[in-house]
Each structure stands twice: as structure tokens, then as C-alpha cells.
């Protein structure tokens, strides 16, 4: 009974900002089995239920919560704030200087004022004149917090590696997950890692008081690593053959493909490709390990350790290489409906005499092909534009199979036909299908 009561006492009420990310996902689940009551807040509900079913969830922007008074609905009756919220870059739901900054001093600020204790996930090489928005603007969160007055924390990991991958990591799968050769950039870039237990450790053990308050320190392990060496050694942890040489990018070319990046950003697709990711690479993903031994906390994990206490599993090695693959098949399907509408725009008569043949008037037919022209269009729009692309591949499979059944009843004779155009729509409905399962990435 006694340690029971002892339990209650214990146990908190934690607010896990970005609870369905990488990092916050894997907090949130130490809290959560240390008995604590987790909430996680993020701007993706159905997102979040789906990563961590088990948790209480809320839903906001950060890009919203820039004043202290914003913050007053989710910190009422918590204990602790855990922020793990960020973005590589600026993009088309990501405004670093509000979601790095100043929607964290508006939290350390509330959290003042409530007595709350604030823990950051910062990053590893942050400081106000750095060289990318993403370690400057964080560098202001951080300093923001310890202006504030609160309790706080600040961790600073460097490359975090999970069971799980999104983002860096998810890229780092991908390039090891190319068959026969390596591509590469950047391959002497230094980088020094992190396994996520450790950080989810840390942060427990910051909870439970055994890290002192007002404590900075950096997350990362001893060793320091060529960013070439980093994937040769994800490549035989997946399982996968060493690559029998390597093609190590230009930098002209890196920064052109950087470039595209930024530019499909705008369209919603927050690659791991960007400006700022390969800026991030140059500089280093490094840091001044912290000595952790003083709180009773075991020394942070070699990436060698990390990698040999999460065996690969097959499900691994098939999201490396679906994840390969996603671009293309995304591609694939912009282009064969762009050409399918473009083509029937610009031989529209031809296009109609086979359903005139079928019967139909001249009229109906020219305004059937334009028509479907413009859907067809519109259907390539949306596999481009990152939040429609889901739609697009569900309206691609219901317009084929709408296409396929029209076809059927008013011209069958094409099911015959020596090129196969109906045949051929099949593989793209199974394709469309695929991709759709693919773009599951948390």
C-alpha cells in the first residue's frame, strides 16, 4: 500500500509538445512507462492516435501559440512541459523564427508564471550566429528559456537514431538501401549520434529530479564518425551488401538537387534534401559530449551499440527500400496523368471518334474527352501538391476504375486491342495503391 502511494505521489502530468515526431514519440513512451500521465500536443490529431494510441492528445499550431496567454489552455494542471517540436526549414507549414522562438518564449513565459517545469529538445551545435536558420532560431529558443525564470532543462542531441526513422534518419535508410553502388554527399562530413533511449533517459531522469535544474548540456557520444562511414555501417545493419563502389556527388550538382528541394517545399514536401540539411552537413552534426556518470546515468551509447540493441528487421529493410522508391513511383503517377490529360487536350477529335464510332454524338464525345482531359490534369496537380497527394492517389484508382467500367459497356472492343490501353490501366490503379501505403511514413 505504502509504495503504492508512493507511485501516486510520483507521478506527473507531462505535456509532450511534438509528441508524434521522432524524438517525442520515443519520450513520450519512457513517461509514459514510468507511470506518468502523458498528453501530447500537436497540429495532427489522426496522426498522433495513430503513432501513440495510449496517450491524451490536443491540438495546435505552434505557429499560433507566439503569446503566453495562448499557451494557458494546455499547460493548466501539468507539471512539466517537454518540448520536442521543430522543422529543418522554412517551408509551407514550418516558420522556424515563430516555432523555435517565439512560440517558446510565450511557453518558458507561461510556464514561468505557473511554475512549471520546462524541459528542450534543442540540437547539438546551436548558437546565435550560426550559419542556418534552424540552429540560430533555436539557439533563441533556448536562450529565451533560460531568460524566462522557470525550471528548465536544455538537451542538445546530435544525430538521433531510433528503432523507427523520419527526417535525416529515414534518409540515411534510403541511400544505404541502394542496390550495387553508394551515392553520396558530403561523404567526410562529421557526425556523432545519439540513440534515442538515451535522450528519452535523460529526460525521465530530468523529470524525476535526478539532473539538477538549469542544466545545458550537449547528447552525443564519444566517437565522432565521416557521414560515409555512417551509412556503410546502417548498410550492414539492414543487412544489405557493401556497396561495390561509390558516386560521391559534386557539389554543384548537390546544390542544384538542394535547390529543387526547396522548391518542392513550397508545394509542401519537406525533404530531407534541402539547402539547410546539406549546410548542416557541411558545418558537422557535432558536440561536446556531457558527462552524464554524476546523475547515476550510463554514458551515452557508440553508434556501433545503438545499431547492435535495435536488430534490423525485415519491416526495415522494406521502408528503406519503399523509401527509395516513393519519389519515383510519385513521379510516375504525376506524369502519367499529366500526359494522359495533355494528350487527349491536343488530339481531342481522335480521341472522340472512337466514341463516335460507339455511337455518340460529335458534341458529347469532344465534351466527354475535355472533360476527362481536365480531370486527368487535375489529378497530376494533386500528386504534386504534398497535401492533396494522398486524394490524388484514391482519385486516381475510382477515375480508372470509372474508365475501365465506361470503356466496358460502350467501347469492349478495347479490351482487345493490340496495344493494350485498358490492360494498361491496371498497373497503374496497383501502382496508385501502392504509393498511397507508401506515403505512411510515422
Not at 115 to 144: E, P
Amino acid at each position: 500500500m505504502n509504495s503504492l502511494k508512493a507511485a501516486t505521489a510520483n507521478t506527473k502530468t507531462i505535456l509532450v509538445i511534438g509528441a508524434y515526431g521522432l524524438i517525442g514519440s520515443g519520450i513520450a513512451q519512457r513517461l509514459e512507462k514510468d507511470g506518468h500521465i502523458v498528453i501530447g500536443l500537436g497540429r495532427d490529431i489522426i496522426t498522433g492516435k495513430q503513432v501513440l494510441p495510449s496517450i491524451k492528445w490536443r491540438c495546435a499550431d505552434l505557429r499560433s501559440l507566439t503569446q503566453p496567454e495562448s499557451w494557458l489552455p494546455f499547460i493548466e494542471a501539468v507539471d512539466a512541459v517537454v518540448n520536442c517540436s521543430g522543422a529543418l526549414q522554412d517551408g509551407y507549414n514550418d516558420d522556424l523564427e515563430l516555432i523555435h522562438n517565439h512560440a517558446i518564449a510565450a511557453l518558458a513565459k507561461s510556464c514561468s508564471d505557473a511554475n512549471i517545469h520546462i524541459i528542450q529538445i534543442s540540437a547539438a551545435g546551436v548558437s546565435l550566429d550560426a550559419t542556418t536558420q534552424f540552429f540560430s532560431s533555436k539557439a533563441r529558443g533556448d536562450a529565451a528559456i533560460q531568460s524566462a525564470g522557470a525550471q528548465y532543462h536544455i538537451f542538445r542531441p546530435g544525430l538521433v537514431l531510433a528503432p523507427h526513422s523520419y527526417g535525416s534518419t529515414a534518409l540515411l535508410r534510403m541511400l544505404a538501401a541502394f542496390p550495387v553502388v553508394q551515392p553520396i554527399a558530403v561523404p567526410e562530413a562529421q557526425i556523432q549520434t545519439i540513440s534515442l533511449d538515451d535522450v528519452a533517459l535523460a529526460v525521465s531522469a530530468a523529470v524525476e529530479g535526478k539532473i539538477p535544474t538549469g542544466f545545458i548540456g550537449d547528447l552525443v557520444e564519444e566517437e565522432t564518425h565521416s557521414l560515409r562511414d555512417v551509412i556503410a555501417l546502417i548498410r550492414g545493419w539492414l543487412g544489405y551488401r557493401p556497396a561495390r563502389f561509390e558516386i560521391c556527388a559534386p557539389a554543384p550538382l548537390t546544390w542544384l538537387v538542394a535547390k529543387v528541394a526547396d522548391g518542392l517545399a513550397l508545394l509542401g514536401w519537406r525533404s530531407p534534401l534541402r539547402t539547410t540539411a546539406f549546410t548542416v552537413l557541411t558545418d558537422g552534426v557535432t558536440g561536446l559530449p556531457t558527462d552524464l556518470s554524476e546523475f547515476n546515468l550510463p554514458a551515452a551509447k557508440s553508434l556501433s551499440q545503438t545499431l547492435a540493441n535495435m536488430p534490423a528487421r525485415v519491416e526495415d529493410r522494406l521502408f528503406a527500400r519503399i523509401a527509395l522508391l516513393t519519389p519515383i513511383m510519385v513521379a510516375t503517377l504525376a506524369g502519367f496523368w499529366l500526359l494522359s490529360g495533355v494528350i487527349s487536350l491536343f488530339r481531342t477529335s481522335d480521341a472522340a471518334l472512337v466514341l463516335e464510332q460507339a455511337g455518340w454524338p460529335h458534341w458529347l464525345a469532344i465534351a466527354s474527352v475535355l472533360f476527362w482531359a481536365v480531370i486527368d490534369i487535375g489529378i497530376a496537380a494533386a500528386f504534386i501538391y504534398r497535401p492533396y497527394v494522398k486524394r490524388a492517389c484514391w482519385a486516381a484508382v475510382a477515375v480508372s476504375l470509372f474508365y475501365l467500367a465506361a470503356s466496358s459497356i460502350f467501347v469492349p472492343q478495347l479490351w482487345l486491342d493490340l496495344l493494350g490501353p485498358l490492360v494498361k490501366v491496371i498497373p497503374s490503379i496497383v501502382l496508385a495503391i501502392l504509393t498511397r501505403i507508401a506515403l505512411e511514413n510515422r
